[in-house]
């Protein structure tokens, strides 16, 4: 059985942050871009575990979708990945 993906409201505020700055020289590849990013993230409920676990924080992962880092929480208990936030990778790691 697959996993929910559940969106925080920081991870969709930053995908909107991250489209709109892309569509602003070009809207297709913003949408390109946002599909496949979305594409990639909906792996996560069928394979929760293949982002890397984050050394300071083991519950948090994090999955690359270059140059875009994804964090994320898997709640076994409740069948649900939730997204937490988007991040550039070339920025410093977010404090959870």
């Known amino acids: 059985m697959d996993y ?3 969106f925080s409201q ?3 505020d ?4 991250i489209i709109g700055h892309i569509a602003e020289d070009d809207p297709e590849a913003a ?3 946002g599909n496949s990013l979305l594409d990639h993230v ?3 409920s069928r394979f929760p575990y293949m982002g890397d676990a984050i050394r300071k ?5 994090k ?3 270059s140059p875009i880092l994804v964090y994320y929480i898997v ?4 069948r649900v990945v939730e997204v937490l936030h988007l991040r550039h990778a070339s920025r410093q790691s977010p404090q959870f």
């Open 4 to 6: 929910r993906l559940r």
């Open 63 to 65: 999955l690359l979708h």
């Open 42 to 44: 909906d792996l996560l």
């Open 57 to 61: 924080r083991s519950r948090v992962r």
């Open 14 to 17: 930053d995908l909107a942050e």
């Open 75 to 78: 709640r076994r208990d409740k």
């Open 31 to 33: 949408s390109r871009f």
């Open 10 to 12: 920081r991870a969709l």
